[in-house]
T-cell receptor
Framework: NAGVTQTPKFRVLKTGQSMTLLCAQD?????MYWYRQDPGMGLRLIHY???????AKGEVPDGYNVSRLKKQNFLLGLESAAPSQTSVYFC?????????????FGPGTRLTVL | KQEVTQIPAALSVPEGENLVLNCSFT??????LQWFRQDPGKGLTSLLL?????REQTSGRLNASLDKSSGRSTLYIAASQPGDSATYLC????????FGTGTSLTVIP
């Protein structure tokens, strides 16, 4: 049982390049989330999904797109990377959105945009 | 918009000391509050989850309390150990999840 995994762990992009971050979970969770963590600002929700084929915007969605084609995978895309997107990105999942459910986090992807 | 604040931002204590970390939030309409631990370069690990109808939760040397009406939560760590050194984050769940910026704890042997 691997839990939540993220690929890649590190990436350096040039301004304007595109990339996709992959999140996978093997816990049969319905809900999945993408966060970014910046110094002094805590974690902020980018997008989330409440089930296969669904996505919704979080607090800071601009410049990102997501897809949830399979229940176990949640992809985060940057179409044209900007230096402001330099951050550590975390994926998380939970069984549901009920108040008893905790979130399980992946190890993070450190992205630098030059 | 929900605002979550954690004080202090950093804390250094000698081994064996009991300590309290604080979390405050501005909107009391929450589903639950969670405390997480984050080690350097790692993801977050859930420590305790308090549902909105509960007042506290305990796990080993950790005890978390929730006062929704005042918008406050505390994480009490008893008999601190060097292995407790990490950043501790609180998060509240409402229509979305909102995280505090964390308290960086160092326990000195």
């Amino acid at each position: 049982n691997a839990g939540v995994t993220q690929t890649p762990k590190f990436r350096v992009l040039k301004t304007g390049q595109s990339m996709t971050l992959l999140c996978a979970q093997d816990m049969n969770h319905e809900y999945m989330y993408w966060y970014r963590q910046d110094p002094g600002m805590g974690l902020r929700l980018i997008h989330y999904s409440v089930g296969e084929g669904t996505t919704a915007k979080g607090e800071v969605p601009d410049g990102y797109n997501v897809s949830r084609l399979k229940k176990q995978n949640f992809l985060l895309g940057l179409e044209s990377a900007a230096p402001s997107q330099t951050s550590v990105y975390f994926c998380a999942s939970s069984y549901s959105g009920r108040e008893t459910d905790t979130q399980y986090f992946g190890p993070g992807t450190r992205l630098t945009v030059l | 918009k929900q605002e979550v604040t954690q004080i202090p931002a950093a804390l250094s204590v000698p081994e064996g000391e009991n300590l309290v970390l604080n979390c405050s939030f501005t909107d009391s309409a929450i589903y639950n509050l969670q405390w997480f631990r984050q080690d350097p370069g790692k993801g977050l690990t859930s420590l305790l989850l308090i549902q909105s109808s509960q007042r506290e939760q305990t796990s080993g040397r950790l005890n978390a309390s929730l006062d929704k009406s005042s918008g406050r939560s505390t994480l009490y760590i008893a008999a601190s150990q060097p292995g407790d050194s990490a950043t501790y984050l609180c998060a509240v769940s409402g229509n979305q999840f909102y995280f505090g910026t964390g308290t960086s704890l160092t326990v000195i042997p």
